[in-house]
């Protein structure tokens, strides 16, 4: 029987094994001496070259911000208000869309009527297992300069899921094709995906799925509002940190990069504190001003009104107490002043 079995065997065909691959080939010491390209950024501190996973919630603007840069890239110029862009090939899959509002779209981006021949659209797309890779592939070799292509949205192209396979490795073969695409050609992919109702104190946590979707993507970009704002949230393998405030005019259509969330929060709460002080009939504490400017971090608070000093937009007229540049004398601090220095509400410096 097992004299049978080997005979079997050995007339079944068998794969030739593959070349053995030797390491150490190359060295550290090479590497240190290659010259290599920088990375390409389609649009700077944005979308790198590779493939990035855009997330938000729904309704909150995405395919206006990714129509908007796709308008900029297509034509070459400004992108989200002040980003200035070159121009290329650009493939916008509006599988969410349809022509009308699509045009509509269009018609308020552009309102002088300029028409971006680079930019080109579809409605549809084949899921990506089932020729939609090799239909976007043909697009970006049919070009002659591509630079960006955006799918939105993931749900519309991902792969169908198989009976036995886990999330975290369909989510992986779901971007795979597309990150590999991406680094093929050099070339930045956008593929929008939506957040989870519930709230997370890393925004990235908020993306639906598993880590693999993160894990796949070069670059992961998140777009979240909250009471201070919206804030764009970036993270990549070969881009820095990116916490950005951006402002969307309803009107335009537009999206604007404001700057360092950070700093651009810093400048909201110095203007509230200035109007806070300018309505004031006298001096205020630390205290009256967290209330009045309904402000909930004291500690901050009191680091921003001692910059805010040093810097002379404020003065102190007495210990603890602040108001704008000569509003008031010294005298009026009177009772208030003894009132809160009894309970210690003086500043920290």
């Known amino acids: 029987m097992a004299e049978a079995a080997y005979k079997i065997e ?23 001496d290659e010259v290599l390209p920088p990375i390409r950024y389609i649009v700077p501190m944005i979308f790198a070259e ?30 989200l208000g002040n980003i200035e862009v070159e121009q290329g090939d650009v493939l916008y899959l509006a599988l969410e869309d349809n022509k009308r509002r699509l045009q509509k779209r269009l018609s308020q981006l552009l309102p002088t009527g300029k028409k ?17 890779l090799e239909d976007i592939r ?22 169908a899921m198989k009976g036995n396979e886990g999330i975290y490795d369909y989510d992986v073969r779901s971007l795979a094709g597309l990150q590999a695409l991406a680094a093929e ?3 930045a992919i956008v593929v929008v995906h939506h957040t ?23 670059t992961t970009l998140v777009l979240a509002r909250n009471s201070q704002g919206t804030t764009l949230y970036g993270r990549g393998r070969d881009i820095e940190e990116v916490e950005r405030a951006l402002t969307f005019d309803k009107t335009t259509g537009q999206w604007t990069m404001l700057g360092a969330a950070a700093d651009v929060r810093r400048s ?13 009939s006298e001096p205020m504490s630390p205290k009256e001003i967290m209330i009045a400017a309904t402000l909930d971090n ?52």
């Open 298 to 349: 004291r500690n901050a608070l009191d680091l921003m009104l001692y910059k805010m000093s040093k810097a002379g937009e404020i003065e102190k007229p007495k210990r603890g107490f602040y108001q704008l540049p000569g509003a008031h004398t010294a005298g009026k601090v009177g009772k208030m002043e003894r009132s809160w220095d009894r309970y210690g509400e003086g500043d920290h410096e």
């Open 50 to 79: 590779g493939l990035t996973l855009f997330g938000g919630k729904p309704k909150l603007g995405k395919s206006w911000f990714l129509l908007g840069t796709a308008i900029a890239v297509a034509m070459g110029g400004v992108a």
């Open 185 to 187: 050609f050099g070339i």
């Open 10 to 32: 050995q007339l079944l065909p068998h794969s030739a094994k593959p070349s053995p691959r030797r390491f150490g080939s190359a060295t550290a010491a090479e590497l240190m």
């Open 138 to 159: 043909d697009w970006i070799e049919s070009r002659p300069d591509p630079r960006l292509v955006i799918v939105d949205v993931l749900n519309k192209v991902r792969p």
């Open 196 to 218: 989870r109702k519930a709230e997370a104190e890393d925004p990235f946590d908020c993306l639906s799925g598993s880590t693999g979707l993160t894990g796949t993507a070069d």
């Open 268 to 280: 909201d709460e110095r203007k509230i504190i200035l109007d806070v002080l300018r309505d004031a």
């Open 116 to 132: 971006p021949e680079r930019l080109h659209y579809d409605l549809e797309c084949r899921r990506l297992d089932d020729g939609g």
